[in-house]
T-cell receptor, first 111, second 114 residues
Framework: QKEVEQDPGPLSVPEGAIVSLNCTYS??????FMWYRQYSRKGPELLMY????GNKEDGRFTAQVDKSSKYISLFIRDSQPSDSATYLC???????????FGAGTTVTVRA | DTGVSQDPRHKITKRGQNVTFRCDPI?????LYWYRQTLGQGPEFLTY????????KSRLLSDRFSAERPKGSFSTLEIQRTEQGDSAMYLC????????????FGDGTRLSIL
């Protein structure tokens, strides 16, 4: 079993819809949570970073962490065609520098 | 902040050849990481440096792989005697500070083995 499981997608939504992306993890030692966006043939770009349970908002993006359920989510409001990309969740243990990634969810926002 | 820079962007080589990739991290970042990403998968950790010291290596990093970070600045990743299974995107990231600080990635080097 992988340390981080991510809903595989792909997702296709109309412009303006809310996009919901999810990951689960297996080890309660994971304490730091990140979401990255990756366009085709580009590197991952950091979108959101949090280390506590609850919600964190940044513009149209909301990251949600539930440590008791070992579940993290990313919501994109008012989605735009430019949001079409692969979204990766990534997590860190509290005593470890390496990131463990989900496999990524590819999102297409239709104009 | 010019971001993490990787060179070359794409490398095509024949099986059995040696290849070397370079990564220039964000200038004030003391930690540098190498990851490998294959199609449809998330990046997998290979190794990381704190300044010039290589502190951890994944079991994915066979003895054909070697990484260096002389003087704690840029880093190189060399693959000797390349194999078909080495075809992947090799990503470099850097960070500053303690555990949990976000890592910033370059655009990677895509390796294709003929």
């Amino acid at each position: 079993q992988k340390e981080v499981e991510q809903d595989p997608g792909p997702l296709s939504v109309p412009e303006g819809a809310i996009v919901s992306l999810n990951c689960t993890y297996s080890n309660s030692a994971f304490q730091y949570f990140m979401w990255y966006r990756q366009y085709s043939r580009k590197g991952p770009e950091l979108l959101m970073y949090t280390y506590s349970s609850g919600n964190k908002e940044d513009g149209r993006f909301t990251a949600q962490v539930d440590k008791s359920s070992k579940y993290i989510s990313l919501f994109i409001r008012d989605s735009q065609p430019s949001d079409s990309a692969t979204y990766l969740c990534a997590i860190n243990r509290s005593n470890d520098y390496k990131l463990s990634f989900g496999a990524g969810t590819t999102v297409t926002v239709r104009a | 902040d010019t971001g993490v820079s990787q060179d070359p962007r794409h490398k095509i080589t024949k099986r059995g050849q040696n290849v070397t990739f370079r990564c220039d991290p964000i200038s004030e970042h003391n930690r540098l990481y190498w990851y490998r990403q294959t199609l449809g998968q998330g990046p997998e950790f290979l190794t990381y440096f704190q300044n010039e010291a290589q502190l951890e290596k994944s079991r994915l990093l066979s003895d054909r792989f070697s990484a260096e970070r002389p003087k704690g600045s840029f880093s190189t990743l060399e693959i000797q005697r390349t194999e078909q299974g080495d075809s992947a995107m090799y990503l470099c990231a850097s960070s500053f500070g303690g555990v949990g600080q976000p890592q910033h990635f370059g655009d990677g080097t895509r390796l294709s083995i003929l």
